[in-house]
């Protein structure tokens, strides 16, 4: 069944029965967002020095071409 279907058929379910669809989905995602690792973020010097290096890798890419 696909998730365009499942969404059909949830819409035709009473109220109630909506609401504990809803928590259920609610905990699931709780649940998957609490075993997701954390995000690690590059500091502001790593970005400079990686964005340097794409720019300077690519920057044929980077030319308009003359129309």
Do not use: C, H
Not at 56 to 64: K, Y
Request: no cysteine.
């Amino acid at each position: 069944m696909s998730a365009s279907e499942v969404i059909d058929e949830l819409k035709k379910l009473p109220a109630q029965e909506q609401v504990k669809v809803f928590q259920f989905l609610g905990e699931q995602l709780r649940t998957s967002l609490q075993a997701a690792p954390n995000a690690e973020y590059a500091s502001d010097v790593q970005f400079d020095a990686a964005m340097k290096k794409v720019f300077e890798e690519n920057a044929g890419l980077m030319r308009r071409l003359a129309q």
